[in-house]
């Protein structure tokens, strides 16, 4: 994470438009650097994008203009062969451990999917040997008994099925894996463990990640660096200690203000100061729901792709 | 802490034998006693198929023109040697009836399995690429659609002339629609799902992922379609024959037979409803069972 080293994942004004109609802006020419090594949160209300713009640093989706470069590539100029060699370096972990996993296949191959694509090894008349025994490691890797291997995904529960999905992201060692809400759908103390393996597989395999969350307690404890979205723009990057600490926008500072307080006391005098305060805040309709995450009121007016997740 | 315990034993709590797929959905299946009736007499059927020569009493194309027209074995006027009595050619109905099997099953299954073939090949081209391939063979299906698949037999088989296998070619080509439309279906709303993109963000090939992570997930509604087509072809092919443009006169099919029952109808009703019931109790016996698979195969009844 010095200065020096080259970015491990650069975005050069990455604009996407959904429809051809410019009202449609999922994702606004962001800018951005992903250095090797590091966890890099990527917050936002829902609709702001976020999740466009992990579909584009994988070549999911074809951006309108604007630049993904994964260790200097340009993934936009690959052909399909070296876009395989990429694919291999990069992985992902979907919010929805029930619909991430094809529920016809057995674990063994669900996790071995990455394997069986890239590694000549999980090939020919040996690999299935192989791809057992390494599928087997990798499960125990991720906290899981390593005899599943012949269960089918319905069997687990959510926390179990998530374990499944990093097991697989981390099957080729790859340098970069793209978290997308990797626990919003698991519960809080489930959460936490999750959280505390991704942190050990991370120190363990020097692992890199783009992590996509709206939860700000989440990202305040994992990431080190945050980068604020707001209607499919950038409007901080900072490290984490900054964004928490000093938020540089406004909107930031909603984010921060819309996190709920677990202490009800001070919580009342929080929000009454918001309140009296604040009240472009209001005026702007961005204004907090009773649940403590950011309402949708002032959201634009989202493309229908991006809530198709 | 008790959630995710790193030993599946939870897991294993609320699925204890942790039964496959496959037994779960044999035992469903054997509780349906209407599906095993239905599928008790297929077997039947496929027996009399296969070993027609052995089962039949008679030649069934061996003519006596002294002994037309006889009624069953108990009807007055009926004897023990043609159970199900004779035509107007004094060929032994029975007879007829088990060798008619064959051309049945054989077009039946040929043209579900050819127009199966087409038509999920093309559901899932369509479905998952989308756009211009989509498109195109949308609009050949609709025109398909729109053209009367008999009137399209009719005029194939009046030009290239009859046959058992261009009966199995018309029926099975005139038929992809019904699997082509489902298949895409089922595709696009597996499309948006999260391994679906999972596997494309790992770089698994277009024909990969249609072979194995869309095909199994839409064999289920696939069998479903295919028992019911495989009844609608068994029909098809005996109203072909029934306007003699199927397969060619010497081979027994019930179509065939119940045209030339038609005419002795008021005085000799055995000649024509002995091969209609048999038609209608093997289509009927068809979609039963197709109707029990579909139960069968439905995902969410594997949970519990």
């Not at chain 2, 099975?172 to 629609?177: E, H, K, S």
Request: proline residues 6%; charged residues 20%; positive net charge.
């Amino acid at each position: 994470m010095t200065a020096t080293a080259p970015p491990l994942l650069e975005l050069d004004a990455l604009r996407k438009e959904f429809g051809g109609r410019p009202g449609s802006v999922a994702v606004d020419d962001v800018s951005l650097t992903v250095h090797e090594g590091e966890t890099l949160a990527l917050v936002g209300e829902s609709g702001c994008g976020k999740t466009t713009l992990t579909r584009l640093l994988l070549r999911l989706l074809e951006p309108t203009s604007g630049t993904v470069r994964f260790d200097g590539t340009d993934l936009f100029a690959l052909d399909a062969a070296a876009l395989r060699g990429v694919r291999r370096e990069m992985q992902v972990v979907l919010q929805d451990p029930y619909s991430s996993m094809n529920p016809r296949l057995r674990i063994v191959d669900i996790v071995a999917e990455p394997l069986v694509t890239h590694d000549p090894r999980a090939r020919g008349r040996r690999g299935r040997a192989w791809t057992r025994q390494r599928v087997g490691e990798l499960l125990e890797a991720v906290g899981l008994d390593g005899t599943i291997l012949d269960r089918y995904p319905h069997e687990f529960s959510g926390g179990q099925r998530q374990r499944i999905s990093i097991a697989r992201a981390i099957g080729l060692e790859p340098r970069l894996v793209v978290l997308d809400e990797p626990t919003s759908a698991l519960d809080v103390s489930v959460q936490a463990r999750v959280l505390d393996l991704l942190a050990e597989l991370q120190q363990r395999l020097g692992l890199t990640y783009v992590f996509v969350s709206h939860n700000l307690a989440v990202v305040r404890q994992v990431a080190d660096r945050v980068a604020v979205m707001r209607r499919g723009a950038l409007v901080e990057v900072g490290t984490a200690h900054q964004v928490f600490t000093a938020p540089a926008h406004p909107y930031t500072r909603q984010l921060l203000d819309a996190v709920p307080i677990p202490d009800p006391v001070k919580a009342r005098r929080t929000r009454r100061a918001a309140l009296a305060g604040d009240e472009e805040t209001a005026q702007a309709g961005d204004g907090k729901t009773g649940d403590g995450k950011p309402g949708d009121g002032g959201t634009a007016p989202r493309p229908a792709h991006d809530g198709a997740r | 802490m008790t959630t995710i315990s790193p030993n599946p034993a939870p897991a294993a709590a609320h699925a204890p034998a942790a039964p496959s797929h496959r037994t779960a959905a044999l035992r469903t299946l054997l509780r349906n006693r209407l599906a095993l009736a239905a599928l008790a007499f297929l077997a039947l059927v496929v027996i009399c198929a296969l070993f027609a020569p052995l089962i039949a009493p008679a030649d069934p194309n061996a003519q006596n023109l002294l002994e037309r027209l006889q009624p069953p074995a108990w009807q007055h006027g009926g004897s023990g040697a043609h159970l199900l009595g004779t035509d107007q050619l004094g060929r032994d109905l029975l007879s007829r009836v088990i060798y008619g099997t064959r051309v049945s099953l054989l077009v039946g299954t040929g043209a579900a399995l050819l127009a199966g073939v087409i038509g999920t090949a093309a559901g899932l081209a369509s479905g998952y690429f989308g756009g211009l391939p989509d498109r195109v063979l949308m609009r050949i299906a609709d025109v398909q659609l729109a053209f009367p698949a008999i009137l399209l037999a009719l005029a194939v088989v009046g030009f290239l002339g009859s046959g058992l296998w261009y009966v199995i070619l018309v029926l099975g080509v005139t038929g992809w629609v019904s699997y082509a439309r489902v298949v895409r279906s089922e595709v696009l709303s597996l499309r948006s799902r999260d391994f679906i993109t999972e596997a494309r963000a790992i770089g698994v090939g277009d024909t990969t992922i249609m072979r194995r992570h869309l095909l199994p997930n839409v064999m289920a509604p696939l069998a479903t379609i295919g028992t019911l087509h495989v009844a609608a072809a068994i029909v098809a092919e005996a109203s072909l024959s029934y306007l003699g443009l199927g397969v060619p006169k010497e081979t027994v099919t019930w179509g065939a037979m119940l045209a030339d029952g038609q005419l002795y109808l008021g005085t000799s009703w055995w000649v024509a409803v002995f091969p209609g019931v048999a038609l209608m109790l093997t289509s009927l016996a068809v979609n039963i069972t197709g109707d029990a698979l579909r139960d069968v195969a439905d995902p969410k009844a594997y949970r519990r």
